[in-house]
């Protein structure tokens, strides 16, 4: 089998963030390979380690996010491709599945993965909307995955909302997986030095169809700013016997709070 797993660089979330007149400001020497990425890398090279085939990992993203393909090579996967645009912040997911749905279009694969949402912002709809252009069955928040090769389809096990579920989608098809479902392997010594060598295949948005214009017209969201999470008011502490507390908790809960 053939994977394809979309990457993406995000800033540390541990670098220092903060939001000034509307804007976000990041360490942008800070950057990483998106948790919810690694763990989709780690689930296709577990898959392929059992059932055989090869990983490849696509990005977009500016020139400088090779170091992140280059991560994920080192790792295991096999061979990356970058979509380079060296302007992803105004991109939604929207934006993102275009991309990614052009360059699918002209490449074999059997699964494609992807994280279930963007460490930086939590936006998670690139998966649904790349399933939905390359018309692929589809599973999300997957938490495991294994394949049937006598049926040639994935059991997904996913994350519901009141339990978990298991979803059977048949191959080619696309999931967007959880940082629950493993932990992703630190690369070793070897896998640093082999991942230099490894093939990563650069595409510009013209090879692919496209034009930031083209981009432009395909994002359904636009950010209007930011703003620092409110600060919220301190809780209240009572003391006294137990009847009393109570008869002034539900005194609160039904005058002030509206919830009784």
Not at 159 to 175: A, H, N, R, T
Request: hydrophobic letters at 40%; glycine letters at 8%; one cysteine or more.
């Amino acid at each position: 089998m053939k994977f394809s797993v979309c990457i993406k660089q995000v800033p540390d979330v541990s670098a220092p963030v903060s939001v000034k007149d509307g804007t976000l400001h990041q360490d942008s020497d800070r950057m990483v390979l998106d948790a919810y990425s690694a763990s989709a890398v780690e689930e296709a090279l577990v898959l392929t380690e059992k059932h055989g085939g090869e990983v490849e990992v696509v990005l977009v993203g500016p020139e400088k996010a090779k170091e992140t393909i280059r991560k994920a090579l080192a790792m295991g996967a096999a061979s990356g491709v970058h979509v380079v645009v060296e302007d992803v912040s105004g991109l939604d997911s929207a934006a993102f599945a275009e991309i990614l749905a052009a360059w699918h279009k002209s490449t074999e694969f059997d699964v494609i993965l992807t994280g279930k949402q963007s460490q930086d912002t939590d936006a998670g709809l690139t998966g649904g909307m790349l399933a939905w252009k390359l018309e692929l069955p589809f599973a999300a928040n997957a938490v495991g995955i294994t394949y049937d090769e006598s049926a040639g389809a994935l059991t997904v096990k996913r994350q519901g909302d009141s339990g978990q579920e298991m979803v059977q989608i048949s191959v080619p098809g696309l999931v967007t997986c959880s940082n629950d479902m493993n932990d992703p392997r630190i690369p070793s010594l070897k896998g640093i030095m082999s991942s230099k060598r490894k093939p990563v295949k650069t595409v510009s948005l013209e090879d692919l169809g496209l034009s930031q214009d083209a981009l432009q017209q395909a994002k359904a969201t636009e950010t209007s700013g930011y703003q620092n999470i409110p600060e919220r008011e301190p809780g209240q502490k009572f003391e006294g016997d137990p009847e009393e507390l109570v008869s002034n908790l539900c005194n609160l809960l039904e005058n002030e709070a509206k919830v009784l």
